[in-house]
């Protein structure tokens, strides 16, 4: 069936150094490609999202880049802040699905002051 | 803002118990969805439901069932609880209709534990 591979599945940075997760996904019929923060104790929360007709698309310090031939997708953050710190997941909307979306498994970001 | 509660933030239960988890969104979304999350497998898609009395499987909807009679309220049901269901069970809703993909608001999770 579709899936959403993730990597790494723990990064540690230092406080102002960047932060890559790249995420690959199986279904072509994929469009939306959203990613969610999830701090302690909290339910994942949208941080930002791309669709097929885009490329890249940045939010201050946080950018998403999509290969849609090679199926692959990006979240980078510059500027890392420890506030950063949490789990970030990849998702991919499942072609003919409505608003049905695969996630990653995920990835702790860690960021050292 | 829109706001997804979960009635439960922990519960423990015991194995073979018939088990209940409320959801409630309150920004009219047609879409709802139930999930499960454990350490290393991410999140994982147990039914969804595009309106009011309709339900679709996801990918693990073995051992459960679901409920929706009102369009903001969303139950997910442990027929018969077992330890291996314990975990994080997180709902969500997104806004449905002529917009295929949108955003989905997650609530805070319940922390089921089966003893």
């Known amino acids: 069936g579709e899936n959403v591979e993730q990597h790494p599945s723990t990064l540690s940075v230092q406080e102002g150094d960047s932060a890559v997760i790249k995420c690959t996904y199986s279904d072509s019929a994929s469009n939306y490609f959203p990613w969610y923060k999830q701090e302690l104790g909290k339910g994942p929360q949208l941080i930002i999202d791309?669709?097929?007709?885009?490329g890249e698309k940045k939010d201050q310090r946080i950018a998403v880049t999509l290969n849609k031939t090679a199926k692959h997708f990006s979240l980078h953050i510059t500027e890392t802040q420890p506030e950063d710190s949490a789990v970030y997941f990849c998702a991919a909307g499942r072609g003919g699905s409505q608003g049905n979306l695969i996630f990653g498994k995920g990835t702790k970001l860690s960021v050292k002051p | 803002d829109v706001k997804v509660t979960q009635s439960s933030r922990y519960l423990v239960k015991r194995t073979g118990e018939k088990v209940f988890l409320e959801c409630v969104q309150d920004m009219d979304h047609e879409n709802m969805f139930w999930y499960r999350q454990d350490p290393g497998l991410g999140l994982r898609l147990i039914y969804f439901s595009y309106d009011v009395k309709m339900k679709e499987k996801g990918d693990i909807p073995e051992g459960y069932s679901v409920s929706r009679e009102k369009k903001e309220r969303f139950s997910l049901i442990l027929e018969s609880a077992s330890t291996n269901q314990t975990s994080m069970y997180l709902c969500?809703?997104?806004?449905?209709?002529?917009?295929?993909?949108?955003?989905?608001?997650f609530g805070q999770g319940t922390r089921l534990t089966v003893v």
């Open positions: 969500a809703s997104s806004f449905g209709g002529a917009s295929r993909d949108t955003e989905a608001f």
């Open positions: 791309i669709r097929s007709n885009v």
